[in-house]
């Protein structure tokens, strides 16, 4: 459970996605969304995999494009705003890919770098340096800069993935499984980070994940998914004070196995 | 079933064919958008600087091995047949015709298919499949302009440095040959080569070099950008963008020389 009190704008709706749709072929992996988040609040969608949670959030970031429905993210429909509107969009989404997908030809500090030259001409190079240096240090690895992607383990890959998100201090964050293939004390370290990350840059986020530990942790709202619906959602112990058999499989197979 | 739920297209004529045209459709578009990137700010001249690099600098080394060899061989294998009609002073000539026509572009070309093609395809499909791809896409950065654009214009600007190397590096070869069989001196050595040569020559091989250079760039880019099925794909991508750079390569090969025979 959370040790802040979130401040949350329940009057300020910073995605809102309305009967979405999504087909790969004959694959219909969304089938009819409704989801909103508001500002500064963290929603959890739970489900197993192959559901579309990730397709959601790729949707949401502008990598994959609906079929029919609409997402409105900061005020922009996504699927409607030319290439520079979503580039300018895309410096207040952040997106933690499940790897971390990290540049391996780069180092640490350069993959943070990267998109901050990138995306602000004529920054300083000393400027670029403390940035990097606050933003390591707030995910707790400083002392990596001079690490290449290859010598870092699984938590702390994700952990500089979320890093090169935040570095753009972006207002809302999408993580894909970040606790994904983590050991029991890494994933209460990242869901130690997604709340702090919430708190020091008041950031809304989706968290996409089937892992319960990781959603009670870290969610305000949590929203579960099955077969490209969602079927619940409320907070935690209103979406698992069921006595609904999918619901229950699932928060038995978390936690009681 | 649910109204709202896209149903997937039928093949207009089967599902092969209709492939082919899509990816002939796909490809097209993906060269215009290389040209139209290419003229779009930011110019990534770094990008392009460190990628000339990593194509023409590090290719030296085989292309200085291969180009050397194959005028030195050339010659050897020449040297019997032209003896027998006393023509051995034909050889520079001979040789210098053959290298830079066909030999330097052609050889040049199919290590640069082998070596670059293949490093192209591996390096953009693993990009791909472990999402830094969409990663930069993600962080408001363009990737195509920085990972193929720049590709492109690399190979298009190095191998054709790399062509007029391996013709100088070939040409030496046979120097040293003909030097140590006939004691030919450098300068007329050169004299003889080069009596031949036309302009058109140069022209020609400048013409394939680029196209070469460019074909290596498209579709090495094109198979790793698009690369599909993991890490399975990235060796599919590797393995395709030679096999199809090297195919190409043999038929602009054709093309190029017809073209350059009607005007000659």
């Known amino acids: ?257 | 079933m649910d109204s709202n739920i896209e149903q997937p297209e039928k093949p207009v004529i089967s599902k092969g064919i209709d492939g082919f045209f899509k990816d002939i459709n796909n490809i097209c578009r993906f060269i215009i958008r290389i040209f139209v990137e290419a003229f779009k700010r930011p110019v990534e001249i770094r990008e392009v600087i460190r990628q000339c690099y990593q194509v023409g600098y590090k290719s030296l080394a085989l292309i200085t091995m291969t180009g050397f060899i194959t005028g030195l061989v050339f010659t050897k294998q020449s040297r019997p047949s032209l003896s027998e009609f006393g023509a051995t002073s034909w050889l520079p000539s001979l040789i210098a015709i053959a290298v830079i026509r066909a030999l330097a572009p052609l050889v040049t070309a199919l290590i640069c298919a082998g070596k670059v093609g293949s490093s192209i395809g591996a390096e953009l499909a693993s990009m791909r499949v472990t999402e830094q791809i969409d990663a930069m896409e993600v962080s408001a950065i363009n990737p195509f302009k920085f990972l193929v654009t720049t590709r492109v214009l690399a190979t298009t600007i190095s191998i054709p440095i790399l062509v007029a190397y391996t013709g100088l590096v070939g040409l030496l070869g046979s120097f040293l040959d003909i030097h140590l069989n006939e004691q030919t001196s450098f300068i007329s050595f050169f004299q003889e080569a080069f009596k031949n040569i036309s302009f058109l020559d140069f022209i020609t091989t400048g013409v394939k070099a680029v196209v070469f250079g460019f074909t290596i760039g498209v579709v090495s880019c094109y198979q790793g950008y698009h690369a599909t099925q993991g890490t399975q794909g990235v060796g599919k991508a590797a393995n395709i963008s030679v096999v199809i750079s090297m195919f190409l390569i043999f038929i602009e090969e054709i093309f190029i020389v017809q073209i350059a025979n009607s005007i000659r």
Do not use: W
């Open chain 1, 1 to 257: 459970m959370k040790s802040f009190t979130p401040e949350i704008n329940m009057s300020e709706k910073v995605i809102d996605i309305h009967d979405l749709y999504k087909s790969f072929g004959s694959n219909h992996v969304l089938r009819g969304i409704d989801i909103n988040v508001h500002k500064g609040e963290n929603v959890v969608v739970l489900g197993r995999s192959g559901t579309g949670k990730s397709v959601l959030i790729k949707i949401i970031a502008g990598l994959l494009t609906p079929d029919s429905g609409t997402v409105n993210v900061l005020g922009s429909e996504v699927d409607k705003l030319s290439n520079a509107d979503l580039r300018e969009l895309r410096l207040k989404v952040g997106f933690c890919f499940q790897n971390g997908a990290l540049y391996d030809s780069m180092t640490v500090g350069e993959n943070l770098a990267f998109p901050l030259k990138r995306n602000t001409p004529g920054i300083k190079n000393e400027q670029v340096k403390k940035m990097i240096n606050t933003t390591l240090e707030a995910v707790g690895l400083a002392k990596t800069i001079d690490q290449m992607p290859s010598e870092l383990s699984g938590g702390q890959r994700k952990r500089i993935g979320i890093a090169r998100t935040l570095i753009l201090r972006p207002d809302i964050m999408l993580y894909d499984e970040p606790t994904a293939g983590l050991d029991p004390i890494t994933c209460t370290e990242i869901n130690n980070l997604i709340n702090e990350v919430q708190r020091r840059f008041h950031t809304s986020s989706i968290i996409i994940t089937h892992d319960l530990t990781c959603a009670k942790d870290v969610g305000d709202k949590i929203v579960v998914m099955k077969e490209g619906k969602f079927v619940k959602q409320g907070t935690f112990d209103e979406v698992f004070s069921t006595k609904d058999e999918l619901i229950n499989e699932f928060y038995d197979y978390n936690f009681i196995q």
